[in-house]
């Protein structure tokens, strides 16, 4: 079984500034993907960014990074000139590359960003 | 936002009551799921389809039942609702890439 832990329960940055949320996971396998959500306030849940794990090469989208440290185990996600529609919660995501496409997920960091 | 929608968004129904929380999309999506999540917690898997007639109990239990008569519709039963019920349902699907399509999400409250 696969697990997922997020460390940072609620975290708060200011307007412009750079945050890195904190992801670790444990499993025995070898092919899978992470990924991390947000969902705002109230909001749909959306796809931040993914990353495969044969992937060496870091993912980025926009202003939205990883850093995927496999032998860690470790998968944090950096913000970087934060908005305030960055304000929601995140979730890191485990999916073992198989039929079934299910995610087990992080308990989430709630995110603050204060102008 | 992605093509998957739910009805009722938001729904109070006393103790002893029947519901169905609706969910479809328009993607054509085979593989679709519901979760469970509690205000600000992590999300718990509580059905899982392949496709049609195809149905799976997730990791969480769950007194609830699904079905799957239509790629497009993953529709949630429950047949006797209690106050332990009240939560939020998250319906998904996932198409060629992997990625999960989420839909707003129905907010139960059972009294």
């Known amino acids: 079984a696969q697990t997922v832990t997020q460390s940072q329960p609620e975290m708060s940055v200011q307007e412009a500034e750079t945050v890195t949320l904190s992801c670790t996971y444990d499993t025995s396998e070898n092919n899978y993907y992470l990924f991390w959500y947000k969902q705002p306030p109230s909001r749909q849940m959306i796809l931040v960014i993914r990353?495969?794990?044969?992937?060496?090469q870091n993912a980025t989208e926009n202003r939205f990074s990883v850093n995927f440290q496999k032998a860690a185990k470790s998968f944090s996600l950096k913000i970087s000139d934060s908005q305030l529609g960055d304000t929601a919660m995140y979730f890191c995501?485990?999916?073992?590359?198989?039929?079934?496409?299910?995610?087990?997920f992080g308990g989430g960091t709630r995110l603050m960003v204060k102008p | 936002e992605a093509d998957i929608y739910q009805t009722p968004r938001y729904l109070v129904i006393g103790t002893g009551k029947k519901i169905t929380l609706e969910c479809s999309q328009t993607?054509?999506?085979?593989?679709m799921y519901w979760y469970q999540q509690d205000p600000g917690m992590e999300l718990h898997l509580i059905h899982y389809s392949y496709g049609v007639n195809s149905t799976e109990k997730g990791d969480l239990s769950s007194e609830s039942t699904v079905s799957r008569i239509r790629t497009e519709h993953f529709p949630l039963t429950l047949e006797s609702a209690r106050p332990s019920h009240t939560s939020q349902y998250l319906c998904a699907s996932t198409g060629p890439t992997d990625e999960q399509y989420f839909g707003p999400g129905t907010r139960l409250t059972v009294t």
């Open positions: 990353q495969e794990a044969y992937k060496q």
């Open positions: 993607m054509g999506h085979d593989k």
């Open positions: 995501a485990f999916m073992v590359n198989n039929a079934g496409n299910m995610l087990t």
